[in-house]
């Protein structure tokens, strides 16, 4: 799938259009009277792939969130600080929410769930 296609008659970018009565997807130029039917369905498709260093980034980033919630009722089991912010999620694999807690100390940042 090219990421823009081209009117074979004038050169201007196709668009995607449907057509609702023949259920069809179709390609046209908004310039002359140009058509393509589509062969795919598919008419963008944005992959986004994130590094091991980029995830582990943006959950430390969550200890210094101000709109958090935080508490001083649980203790870190890596570092023994006191203070954590926590946030409910959904775990991968499982139903349901979780509760998440991350340490707020800026040297530690482990995170555990209750």
Known sequence: MSTMKFC???N???YPKDDKEQKILYYACRNCDHRE???SNCVYRNEVQH???E???VLQDV???PTLPRTKAVRCSSCGHGEAVFFQATARGEE???LFFVCCNSN???RWRD
């Open 8 to 10: 074979r008659e004038c």
């Open 12 to 14: 201007n970018i196709l």
């Open 37 to 39: 039917v589509a062969t």
């Open 51 to 53: 590094s091991v260093g």
């Open 55 to 57: 995830r582990t980034q």
């Open 63 to 65: 200890a210094s969130d």
């Open 96 to 98: 349901g929410m979780t």
């Open 108 to 110: 530690c940042g482990f």
